[in-house]
């Protein structure tokens, strides 16, 4: 290699250290997640879902948004086990509702995903094969005398299927679970008379479970890759245009 190419390569090098500047330490993966199923049960004490409907067998649909990366309070587990929370803006996981035409959203000060498979579990010789994920996003708070309690729950349990793995990406199970369940509790109570100004419970039987992100390309690169890949590319161009100048006849 002359001394021609050294410097010709150089701009590409530069980009390319720039780049990597750009991109930084890895980000997290954030997930979009939509589960559909249909109500089993309800019982809607204040209308919260309309005055006097019948919400049994009703379309239930939940867009959940999953943080796979820090929070606030790191990751615990063991081999079989594994649990991601967090307070606030920091909770790794929010969700938002729609049934009979009702959008309610959860997640503004609590949330976590769990994950756990029996089958890694060294303890269990041959009975333990059952394996759960659980996704929980929950707002708590206090306003004057009204006291407030709405959460979610979503997730799966089976007795026969394992997940994939415990690395906190998007809920997938190697064979159908037996059960893919989501309930929800919307609860705002007088502290002094306990009176309930909101009342709501709704148990719903998951039906499907997407991953939005999911597509031929895969998912959506992160801004700090789009600048290393535009820079790279800047770079290799810039090396090309400066070898075709060097190679030019006189």
Known sequence: MNIRDIAAMAPCGVALAASLMLAGPASATIYSLTYKGVVTSALDQTGEFGAGANLVGQAFTAH?????GPT???PWGDVYYDYLQGDGAESPVTASILLNGVTKTFGA???YDQRQDNTLNPNCMFSCTDSSFQQHAEDRYTVGLLSTLNYINL????????????AHT?????????DLYAYLTLNEQ??????????????VRITSITDDRAGPAGPVPEPGVWALMVLGFGG???MLRRRRAVAAPV
């Open 170 to 178: 998007a809920p997938i199970f190697t064979n159908p679970p037996v």
């Open 72 to 74: 606030s309070a790191a």
């Open 109 to 111: 000060t609590y949330g």
């Open 236 to 238: 290799m161009g810039a």
């Open 155 to 166: 997730g799966g349990f089976s007795s026969n299927g394992t997940i994939s793995g415990l």
């Open 64 to 68: 959940v948004v999953f943080n796979d």
């Open 190 to 203: 007088n502290i002094l008379t306990l009176d309930r100004t909101r009342d709501a419970s709704v148990s």
